[in-house]
Each structure stands twice: as structure tokens, then as C-alpha cells.
């Protein structure tokens, strides 16, 4: 009989070279087989991907904060506080989305009981005046403990019926803050009217100003920002911590993290609480600015804005959904202006072009194309009447970019439905055609697209900003579903 | 008892609407276990395709054309129209996804539910559409009908109750006698045992959409009939439409007719008998109690679910 020699005892110096328990060295080495850039932007980039996180927040959070000092322009502070507003939003929707990978339709509600409940402690409605300090915790607990009772459902269902009982949620939610104005013979919730004279945020004996000398203060700017900052740390770890480990195995895979021994449950549930306290958190800053709350800044167009940001950004990636939130708060205001959203439309057009064609002589021949086209069709609808081409907003454009969009004077009931239906056609038919067929329906494609955008989508911003919305969720589910910044998914099969 | 009359009729009429809704709900759970969020809105585009064909053909005025022959046309033009979206929307939306994790096409049928909504907004702007604007409610078929107690039942509520009973009967031989039909509930049953038996899945789902959208067209017709449409009504008749389907038992066919009925009439009895103002409050919550307690709906059946 051989004894098995005795291994040696390990040597508390050394330090593992090897990667951590539970990773794949394959996985592991990932950095090192990645192929890397020479010269100087290759360190450059390395040294970025090398910069802690709290770098980024840091540099992040100072960006936004210096905003007010740069310009004191009051609707650029404005924006800047929406978009705030909207990252925090996102942010706690990762947790339940890209976390926790529940589909929860229901979650503005959650923001819209913080901000009601906010309202209610904070106004002439119940004659209560609760301190800022608390009635901020008073909030979050009860967020989280409308979550919890939401998420109950989500141990028992899953996917599309968990959709849908949030949903109705949501739509429960609407329906008493809607009607909450005659609960046996009380008003609450001040129905469709809302609550107005909600209290600012007030600190130690100081109130808030919303407004100084008729421009948005930046006092809410910066309680906002730094309410991201918190939040946005505090999320990191918990991200890093067991739970939110736990959380990305139930999102991958519930039956193998089940089987792994995790409570699935209790996950599902934290997860629910989480995104609704940070939900709950958002909407007192909310209410508290705005000074009212109304039951339609709860609806549904604002989760699906919301469910944008997140998958644009990455779902489960922090940066991802900050990203994400910033790009659509912006565009959303972007598109609200129709000077700014033409030049937006331009300017994504020709970098859409080009990213699809490269640095080839495709994309001078497509351009050419376009222009000839375009000039051509302008004379065209010229020379048949003199109104198709003399259109108001004309006038509005560059001389040259005048004689190449056709915008008439006025327009046809039915030429607007038309030419948009045409043109959702050809962009459907772009994706099923190949080779030059594609080419060559590329240009009337985008010349319609132009005219399209110049006549019907610019008349009604209302409406365009939530196709655009719709559309880039169709549009990223299928062509990048993880976002621009999202990690992939390894698929195991 | 007059009250409890009316509130019958009405409860039938909107639950065979809801039924219609419903049924296309469950086919295409069946096939391809996607809540097809943009059902609602196809429905309400189907309202518009008969306010379209209405407008065409010039109204009840028209010499030409006899009101029944209109109505035909209408729902016919709606339920053409709205399979073609249908098939539409499996297409570009829904087939690149067939493989993607379960949340990708549901949230891809979110975009398509909103983009369809706030389309029809952009063309057509945000005010209710009217058929009654064509004089139909002026013609035999509104005035005329015969009465129970003092509740005058005027035909057209009896022909559109018919005739949504009639597309489900249709339906039901459809499925339960034809060869498609086999092939749909083979599909539903294990899509990949059934694409080994040699059954092509992609023109069984193609035809699910076809006869689901075309349900809904011929739904949203005789909804606008009675109520004006818009724009935005889609979105929460889809969803009572689904929660039909789930009373009934998702993936059933007589399951979301009994569904859509039962919706129906508790929606009537709830705002005629108890309140108006918390009738949908409490049409949710009984839906969420459903869900929760009976989630397979009244004729569904617990599937096993094997690992």
C-alpha cells in the first residue's frame, strides 16, 4: 500500500496567479488575447479600459455638476436635471431588468407612488408638512415595500405573465390616482387635476428654489446628481456582492441557480425592492420640483422610454443604462425642437451612411447618388407646380439643402399617410434585398425618408419621438440586444 | 329587469369583441408562446381599415352600395388589411427573434405596439373617428330590431353578435378539421417534434398571424361600430383581450371565447350595477387574483414543464 505523498502546505506568500474560484481561465484570459491597437492610441485606450470605475463617476458626476457654472442658461439646467432624473430611473430598472431579468411593465408606478406619497406628506392635501429628511426614508421603505408586494406575484409566474400583472399594476395604480379624488367621500390623490402646492425639498430650516430670478436654479441640479452618485456607487457594490451575483445566475438561467441552491425567491423579491425604493427615491425629487404631481406623468410611453435607455445602454451594465438614459433624455429633447431635430436627422444620416459603407467608394457613389436624385426629383416637382417646392419651412433650411428636399407649400391629407407608408415599406423591403437591388432602392429610400421627415414627422414631435422610441426597440431586440455597452452572454449549448 | 336586459346585450356584444381579440391572443401563444403585445393595436388599425373602406365607398348614401353589402365590405377590407400586418409584423419583428431569449421579441413587440399607436396618431392625429359621420346610424339596420321590456335591440347589435360568433365557429372547424389546423395545434403542442414530422413551422406561423389579425380586424370593425375609435385605443383593449385569454386558459380556442365573455359581461354588471368610476379597478384585480391563483384559466391545462 503507497501512501499518496503528502503535499506540501501552501506558502502564504504566494499569491494566486491563477484566476479566482468559480472563473474559467479561458474566460479569465479574455484581455489577453484581445487583439490591441498600436501606437499611441492603443495605450491610450488601454489605459482607459485600465481607469477604476469610480473614475468615471467621478468625472461623470463633475461634468454634470459644472454644467450650471459653464452656462447659466436656465433650460440647459433644465435638461441637464431631466436627464438626471432619467438615469436614475434607469438605473433602478436595471435592477430588475438587467439584474434580475424580470420583466417588470409596472415599474413607473413605483416612481409614481414615491412622488404621491411624497406629495401627500408634503402638501395641503392631508394638511401634513413632514420634514425633507423624513419623509426621504418614509418614501424609499414604502417603495420598497410596494415592490415587495408586487414582486410577490413574480414568484409563481414567469415572462409574459409577470408583463402583464405589472401592467395591470400600473394601470391599478393610474386608476386610483386618477380617481383618488372621491375615496369614500375624500379627496386623496386630487384626481385627474393631481396634487398642486407640493412643498419643496427642505433642509435644515432652508427650503429649495426652484426658480431663482426666473431661471432653474441649480440647487435640485445638484441634490439629483448627487442622488445618482450615491446610488450609482451603491449599486456597484451590490453588483459586486453575492446578491448581485446571485441575481445575474437567476437572470441567465432561474432553474440552474434553483438547482444551485440560491433562494430565488427572496432574489426576485430584493430585486423588486431595490428598483422600486430607487424608483420611489427618484420621484420626490420629482415631485418636489415640479411642485404638483398628475397621474399621466406616470403612464405607459414613459416605462417604454425608460425600457429604451436600458437596453440602448446594455442591459445590466451601471455605465450601460447611464449612457443609455443620457443619449435618449437628450434626443427625446433633441426631437421636441424642429431646427434641432433636422440637424440631428442630417447628421445621423450621413454617420449612419458611413458606418454602413465604410471609408469605400461606395459611399462617394451612394452620396453622388443621393444628391443627383434629389436635385432631380426637386426639379421635377418643380417644374409640374411651382407650390410642391415652396413650402414655409423652406426657408428655414441652407439655400442648397432648399432646392434638394421637396417640401410644398402645403400638403394633401393623403399625401402624408402615403408617403409614410411607402416609406415603411422600402425600409422593410431594404432588409429582405441584397447585393445592388439594395444599392440602388437605398436612394429613393432615403430621399422619401428626407421628405418624410421634413413634411409629416416634423409637424407632430409628439408622435415622432415615440415612433423613434418603438423603433429602437424593434430595431436593437434584433440587431444588438445587448446594447451598445451590455456584456455579452455567453450561450452554452 | 330593463336595466339587467340592457346590460346583457352589452355585455355580450363587448365580450364577443373581446372574444375575437382573445382568440387571436391564443393562437398565437400557442404557436410561438409570445405575448404578442401589438395584437391591441392591430385590432385598432382594423377599425381604421373599416373607416377607410366606409369613407371609400362613400358611406350609407351611397345609392350604389345597399348598407349590408358596406358592412361585408368593411370588415372584409379590415380583416385583408390587418392580416396583412400581421404578417407583417411576424416578418420583421418577430421572426429574427425566434431563437433570442424569451424577453427579446416581448419587448420587440412592445416597439411594434408603440410604433402602430403613435403611426396612426402621426397620420391620422389623435381625435375619435366616427362611423356614424357616413349616416349609417341613421339607416333600417340601427333603427329598426324588436324589443324586450323596454329595451330596443337594434339589428346591427344582433348581426355583429352573430357574425362574431359565427368567424369563431369558423375557427373552431379551422382548427379542429383541417389539415392546417392540425398542423397548428401539432405546432403548439412541441414545435420541434412537429417540424420533424415534416410540418413547415414558418407557414404555420405565418398562417396563425394570418387568421389572429384577421379576427382582430373584423373586431375592431364592429367595435367602432358602436364606440368611435382613435389612435390609443389599443393599448388597454389588447390587454383586456389578453386577460380573456388567460381566463379562459391561454393556448384554448373555446377557452378565450368563454373568456371574452365572461370579461364582457363582468365589465357591464361591474359599471351597471356597482360603479363605473372603479370598474377597471376591478376587472385588474380580479385578473390579477386569476393569474395568480388559476393560471392555466378556466379550460387551460397545466402544462409539465420538462428540463
Given at each position: 500500500m503507497s501512501e499518496p505523498p503528502a503535499l506540501p502546505p501552501p506558502d502564504p506568500s504566494q499569491t494566486p496567479t491563477g484566476p479566482a474560484i468559480g472563473q474559467d481561465e479561458w474566460v479569465a484570459r479574455h484581455g489577453e488575447r484581445r487583439s490591441r491597437r498600436a501606437g499611441l492610441i492603443g495605450d491610450a485606450e488601454d489605459r482607459l479600459r485600465r481607469a477604476p470605475w469610480w473614475a468615471w463617476l467621478v468625472l461623470f458626476v463633475a461634468a454634470f455638476a459644472l454644467l450650471p457654472v459653464v452656462s447659466g442658461d436656465g433650460y440647459i439646467r433644465r435638461v441637464a436635471f431631466d436627464t438626471t432624473i432619467y438615469m436614475l430611473l434607469a438605473l433602478g430598472l436595471n435592477v430588475v431588468v438587467g439584474w434580475g431579468g424580470l420583466l417588470d411593465l409596472g415599474y413607473v408606478a413605483f416612481y409614481g407612488i414615491g412622488a404621491y406619497t411624497y406629495a401627500l406628506l408634503n402638501s395641503h392635501q392631508l394638511g401634513v408638512h413632514l420634514p425633507t429628511l423624513v419623509t426621504i426614508p418614509i418614501v424609499v421603505v414604502a417603495g420598497a415595500v410596494a415592490g415587495f408586494l408586487v414582486g410577490l406575484p413574480s414568484r409563481r409566474l414567469i415572462g409574459d405573465y409577470l408583463a402583464i400583472v405589472t401592467l395591470f399594476f400600473l394601470q391599478i395604480f393610474l386608476t386610483v390616482a386618477t380617481n383618488g379624488d372621491q375615496i369614500a367621500g375624500r379627496n386623496i390623490t386630487g384626481g385627474a387635476n393631481g396634487i398642486l402646492n407640493v412643498d419643496p425639498l427642505h433642509l435644515l430650516g432652508h427650503s429649495l428654489v426652484v426658480e431663482h430670478q426666473g431661471v432653474f436654479a441649480v440647487g435640485y441640479l445638484y441634490i439629483s446628481i448627487a442622488l445618482f452618485a450615491v446610488v450609482y456607487t451603491a449599486l456597484h457594490f451590490v453588483n459586486h456582492s453575492r446578491t448581485g451575483r446571485a441575481w445575474r445566475s437567476l437572470r441567465e438561467d432561474p432553474l440552474a441557480a434553483e438547482a444551485m441552491g440560491m433562494p430565488v425567491n427572496l432574489l426576485k423579491l430584493m430585486a423588486f425592492s431595490f428598483g422600486a425604493a430607487i424608483a420611489a427615491l427618484t420621484g420626490t425629487v420629482f415631485a418636489s420640483l415640479n411642485a404638483s404631481v398628475f397621474p399621466l406623468s406616470f403612464s405607459f410611453p414613459l416605462v417604454i422610454t425608460v425600457y429604451t435607455m436600458v437596453i440602448l445602454g446594455g442591459q445590466g451594465n451601471l455605465a450601460g443604462v447611464t449612457v443609455g438614459a443620457v443619449v435618449i433624455s437628450v434626443l427625446l429633447e433633441l426631437l421636441r425642437d424642429a431646427g434641432d431635430a433636422r440637424i440631428l436627422f442630417y447628421l445621423v444620416g450621413l454617420l449612419v451612411l458611413a458606418y454602413a459603407f465604410g471609408r469605400s467608394r461606395k459611399l462617394v457613389a451612394m452620396l453622388a447618388a443621393l444628391i443627383v436624385f434629389g436635385f432631380a426629383a426637386h426639379a421635377a416637382a418643380d417644374l409640374i407646380h411651382h407650390n410642391w417646392v415652396n413650402g414655409p419651412a423652406a426657408n428655414g433650411l441652407d439655400s442648397v439643402l432648399s432646392h434638394w428636399v421637396i417640401i410644398p407649400t402645403s400638403l394633401n391629407t393623403w399625401i402624408g399617410p402615403v408617403s409614410y407608408i411607402t416609406l415603411i415599406c422600402l425600409v422593410l423591403a431594404l432588409t429582405l434585398v441584397h447585393g445592388w437591388t439594395r444599392d440602388i432602392l437605398l436612394v429613393p429610400t432615403v430621399y422619401l425618408g428626407t421628405f418624410v421627415w421634413e413634411n409629416v414627422l416634423l409637424a407632430q414631435p409628439d408622435a415622432t419621438r415615440y415612433i423613434v422610441l418603438g423603433v429602437m426597440l424593434i430595431g436593437l431586440m434584433i440587431v444588438r440586444p445587448n446594447g451598445l455597452l451590455g456584456e455579452r452572454r455567453m450561450e452554452i449549448i | 329587469m330593463d336595466t339587467f336586459t340592457q346590460l346583457t346585450l352589452d355585455g355580450l356584444t363587448q365580450g364577443s369583441t373581446y372574444a375575437l381579440i382573445a382568440l387571436g391572443y391564443t393562437l398565437v401563444y400557442g404557436v410561438?408562446?409570445?405575448?404578442?403585445?401589438a395584437h391591441g393595436d392591430v385590432f385598432m388599425v382594423g377599425s381604421f381599415f373599416g373607416f377607410g373602406v366606409l369613407k371609400v365607398l362613400g358611406?350609407?348614401?351611397?345609392?350604389?352600395?345597399?348598407v349590408w353589402l358596406l358592412l361585408t365590405l368593411m370588415v372584409l377590407g379590415a380583416m385583408v388589411g390587418c392580416a396583412v400586418l400581421g404578417v407583417a409584423i411576424e416578418r420583421f419583428a418577430y421572426r429574427p427573434l425566434r431563437n433570442a431569449p424569451r424577453i427579446a421579441p416581448l419587448i420587440s413587440a412592445l416597439g411594434v405596439s408603440f410604433f402602430l399607436a403613435n403611426s396612426m396618431q402621426l397620420m391620422f392625429g389623435a381625435q375619435p373617428f366616427d362611423y356614424g359621420i357616413f349616416g349609417l346610424d341613421g339607416g333600417s339596420l340601427y333603427l329598426d330590431g324588436f324589443d324586450i321590456g323596454n329595451v330596443h335591440i337594434p339589428l346591427i347589435r344582433i348581426i355583429t353578435i352573430l357574425s362574431a360568433f359565427v368567424l369563431m365557429i369558423l375557427l373552431w372547424i379551422l382548427v379542429k378539421r383541417t389539415r392546417t389546423g392540425k398542423a397548428m395545434r401539432a405546432t403548439s403542442f412541441d414545435r420541434e417534434a412537429a417540424a420533424m414530422m415534416g410540418i413547415d413551422i414558418d407557414r404555420v406561423i405565418v398562417f396563425t398571424f394570418v387568421v389572429g389579425s384577421a379576427l382582430a380586424g373584423a373586431a375592431g370593425v364592429m367595435f367602432a361600430l358602436r364606440v368611435p375609435t382613435a389612435a390609443s385605443i389599443g393599448f388597454v383593449i389588447g390587454l383586456k383581450g389578453f386577460t380573456a385569454a388567460v381566463i379562459g386558459g391561454i393556448g384554448s380556442i373555446p377557452g378565450a371565447m368563454a373568456g371574452g365573455l365572461i370579461l364582457g359581461f363582468a365589465e357591464a354588471y361591474t359599471a351597471g350595477y356597482w360603479t363605473t368610476r372603479w370598474s377597471d379597478l376591478v376587472i385588474f384585480s380580479v385578473l390579477i387574483g386569476f393569474m395568480l391563483f388559476r393560471p392555466t384559466g378556466l379550460l387551460g391545462t397545466a402544462g409539465i414543464k420538462k428540463v
Open positions: - | 410561438l408562446k409570445l405575448l404578442n403585445f358611406g350609407a348614401g351611397n345609392p350604389m352600395v345597399p
